[in-house]
């Protein structure tokens, strides 16, 4: 129910009812789609695009599609109209990016940083600042998805950085020139899983779970379209379950992570390379192009893996003939993350039963490069009532982008409501 009591009431209740439907959409469905799929009267719904036009919150083209007649017209975002600046801030760099309703997203920087809270907020306030300065009243808010843990509205918690309850906003030192009343901080792994639920593999399903690999990885379940976060907002830390069997230290301060045994720091691991404190992320790419050479050449796809020394996560094959040159060694630090990645989704599997399980990040590159180990692990660990009916195991849809989409779709939330919509016609 709206609760609407007047007809003023009623039309700003529709207004944001249209404007959601063209984001959520992507601004790719037609007038008439729009006003058949929000039951609306056709004349209402041309009131209603008129007056969101005259607002510069919609603008209207023609549709692609060739048709007789006047031409079918679409509407999208306004060339004058809101946008989000989102952030994607890693435990090696940062990206910024504009977005607009409908979801598209243009970069506007990417920079590395030292690792340090001051080395990578500082730099990163004073682009935003610029961008504010630069685009004005547009900005209706900015989104920033971490690699941490977040709480009591933009705490944070890196522990591969060492950072303990650091205060995002305050370093940013963004003041009042956000609306809404400053940036909106969300850990990395929930912001993706959100994007997958509106934008992703994940639309329109119940129960779905989705893990983001980087450095270490995080997971989260989705319900009904939203990331249980948990209480305080700290919930999607699924890497910081002992779900392998490994009883090593994990700089969060529990024993046996998951993280540890998969992502970025694990292949380095494994390679006897340096790992640790943000680095690396270049040496993990080699790793990984190394291995799908290796792959290509012959040396096998299936199968499982040598073992980690480190972790125990078990497994045993013959060796291959390259297994004392760099191909062979990337392989097997491949497969092992993948292994340890399948037993950890087996071991989520069995206790959340999602429909979908979907993977970005890393997550992507282990499925391409490792496919037949990464499920023969998981197939191992699943109970037996789950064999007939596993849950679809998918690359995520949106790639590396899923935490700077998240993180934008963080303000459209904020946004798109009654009052945010009426405080942009103030504003205009």
Excluded: K
Aim: aromatic share 4%; proline share 5%; with cysteine.
């Amino acid at each position: 129910m709206n609760g609407a009591t007047t007809s003023a009431g009623l039309r700003a209740y529709n207004r944001v009812r249209l404007l959601r439907a063209v984001h959520d959409c992507g601004a790719t469905r037609t007038r008439s789609r729009l006003t058949q799929d929000l039951a609306l009267a056709r004349g209402t719904a041309s009131v209603l695009v008129s007056g969101l036009a005259e607002d510069r919150l919609l603008h209207e083209e023609p549709s692609a599609e060739h048709v007789r007649g006047r031409p079918t017209q679409v509407p999208g975002p306004h060339p004058e109209g809101p946008l989000a600046l989102a952030v994607d801030l890693r435990e090696d760099s940062w990206e910024v990016a504009a977005c607009e309703l409908g979801g598209r997203v243009t970069v506007l920087d990417v920079r590395r940083h030292d690792g340090t809270p001051e080395g990578a907020l500082g730099p990163l306030g004073e682009v935003l600042r610029g961008q504010l300065g630069r685009l004005g009243s547009r900005v209706i808010g900015v989104g920033v998805a971490v690699a941490g843990p977040v709480r009591d509205g933009g705490l944070v918690d890196v522990a591969h950085l060492r950072w303990r309850s650091v205060d995002v906003p305050a370093l940013l030192g963004l003041g009042d020139a956000v609306p809404g009343g400053g940036p909106r901080v969300g850990n990395d792994t929930a912001f993706a899983a959100l994007a997958e639920a509106r934008r992703g593999r994940l639309r329109g399903i119940g129960v779905g779970l989705h893990i983001h690999v980087d450095f270490d990885l995080g997971g989260v379940l989705v319900v009904e379209g939203r990331p249980l976060e948990g209480a305080g907002g700290m919930g999607a830390e699924f890497g910081h379950m002992p779900l392998t069997g490994g009883d090593a230290l994990c700089m969060c301060g529990a024993r046996g992570c998951w993280g540890l045994e998969v992502g970025a720091n694990a292949l380095l691991r494994h390679m006897g390379l340096a790992y640790g404190g943000g680095q690396g992320r270049d040496d993990a790419r080699r790793i990984l192009a190394t291995a799908e050479a290796g792959t290509e050449a012959g040396s096998g796809t299936g199968g499982g893996t040598s073992g980690d020394t480190s972790g125990g996560t078990g497994g045993g094959q013959a060796p291959t003939r390259d297994d004392h040159t760099g191909g062979g060694a990337a392989l097997r630090a491949v497969r092992t993350n993948a292994q340890a990645l399948g037993r950890g989704l087996a071991a989520l599997v069995n206790a959340h039963d999602p429909a979908v399980v979907t993977l970005s990040g890393l997550g992507v590159d282990l499925y391409d490069r490792a496919l037949p180990t990464l499920m023969e692990s998981f197939g191992r660990g699943l109970m037996t009532i789950r064999h007939e009916r596993p849950p679809v195991i998918a690359p995520s849809a949106l790639g590396w982008q899923g935490p700077l989409v998240g993180a934008m779709e963080s303000v459209f939330d904020m946004f798109l409501t009654v009052s945010g919509v009426e405080s942009w016609r103030g504003s205009t």
